[in-house]
């Protein structure tokens, strides 16, 4: 926890973005880490978490991180909550809590009100379109027998 916590003070100091760590362990040792680079890559997806899991799944050439733990300076977001539970490690430490980020403006709460509404009440409209060709898609995987199922 004490790295991901440097790693959170590195990506402010280096104003790479939120005061944001986080690293992925594998049997005792650090295998990958990153902090929040929102800001100084133009993504909106480059929190820490998701940095440190892209990083780890490289380094372990799998898109699970099967028998790995991470540690975070701060309780996920929705969307690091998502990646985590695609990535599939085996438990999350965190510091901060998201009533701690709320403080200092990293409220996500909007985020888990939208998710829990139904479509069509959320704020950024979303609109179904060509729903019966996409389908077709759905099909050949389902059909498909040589795909790594994940």
């Known amino acids: 926890m004490s790295k991901a916590i440097e790693l959170a ?20 040792e650090i295998i990958a880490e990153g902090y929040n680079k929102v800001t100084s890559n133009n993504d ?64 996500d709460q909007f985020i888990y009100n939208e998710i829990s509404k139904e479509i069509n009440g959320r704020q950024i409209p979303f609109i179904n379109l060509m729903r019966k060709e996409a389908l077709t898609v759905f099909k050949n995987w389902t059909d498909k027998e040589d795909k790594t199922v994940y």
């Open 9 to 28: 003070k590195k990506g402010v100091d280096s104003n790479a973005g939120g005061p944001f760590g986080a690293v992925v362990v594998k049997n005792g």
């Open 44 to 107: 909106p997806t480059a929190h820490a978490e998701v940095v440190a899991i892209r990083n780890a799944c490289k380094k372990l050439n799998s898109f699970q991180l099967e028998d790995c733990i991470i540690y975070t300076s701060c309780e996920p977001c929705p969307m690091c909550l998502g990646a985590i539970y695609w990535a599939r490690p085996k438990k999350v430490y965190y510091a901060c809590t998201r009533d701690d980020a709320s403080h200092i403006n990293f409220d």
